[in-house]
């Protein structure tokens, strides 16, 4: 590492506002472009971005064991990009989106041999689900039947139907956040800005 990046980096741990700001005008740039390349959204990516510099502000005091800082910017904005698709794709409505988006005949063979994994990882935890948890699920999701019609089918109340549904969503996100690689939560909320997209 050359001598003058050497110092700067040294600044930047101290907690220089100067070496901090340099940094910012340098590799701004080129951590917006590679968020970008993971949300396909700009305004997502603005927003990550900024949070990847405020992080690396606030563990600036790491930076003095830092050879190649390009390197180490990268990580970072992998890592804060992958979680923040992570978190985007497990919440509740976005599992239920997903389900439903795969039970659409439209999906090209293209699009259903690439998200086939996916979907294993869907079903696997529907499987997990408890019995009449699963049972008033499937009915619901898979069969479209109404929250009255479960009721009356498997003579349980309105109330009942809806409370299962939502305990099933639940466990089915806890399932995916702890079996589910992060490279298939990336697809998976690419495919959901594109049914986002779908139905704007």
Same mark, same amino acid.
């Given at each position: 590492m050359a001598q003058k990046e050497k110092d700067f980096i040294e600044h930047l741990a101290k907690g220089a506002n100067q070496a901090f700001q340099m940094l910012f005008? !340098?590799?701004? %740039?080129? #951590?917006? %472009?590679? #968020? $970008?390349? *993971?949300?396909?959204?700009?305004?997502? =990516?603005?927003? /990550? =971005?900024q949070e990847i510099f405020v992080k690396v502000w606030h563990r600036r005091e790491e930076l003095s064991t830092i050879s190649n800082i390009e390197a180490y910017l990268y990580t970072v904005s992998k890592n804060t990009t992958l979680d923040a698709l992570r978190k985007k794709v497990l919440i509740t409505e976005n599992i239920d989106q997903l389900?439903?988006?795969? !039970?659409? +005949? =439209?999906?090209?063979? +293209? +699009?259903?041999?690439?998200?086939?994994? *996916? +979907?294993q990882n869907i079903q696997q935890a529907i499987d997990t689900l408890p019995e009449k948890v699963k049972e008033v699920f499937v009915l619901s999701r898979f069969?479209? *039947?109404s929250h009255e019609e479960i009721s009356e089918k498997l003579n349980i109340s309105i109330t009942s139907s809806?409370?299962?549904? #939502?305990? =099933?969503? $639940?466990? /089915?996100?806890a399932y995916m956040a702890t079996n589910t690689d992060l490279p298939l939560l990336v697809m998976a909320a690419l495919l959901l800005e594109e049914i986002i997209s779908h139905t704007k």
């Open positions: 005008e !340098k590799y701004w %740039s080129h #951590v917006f %472009s590679t #968020v $970008k390349k *993971l949300v396909k959204s700009p305004e997502l =990516a603005e927003d /990550i =971005a389900i439903h988006y795969f !039970k659409d +005949q =439209a999906l090209t063979p +293209q +699009q259903r041999l690439e998200y086939q994994e *996916l +979907q069969e479209g *039947l809806k409370t299962y549904i #939502v305990r =099933a969503l $639940k466990l /089915i996100r």
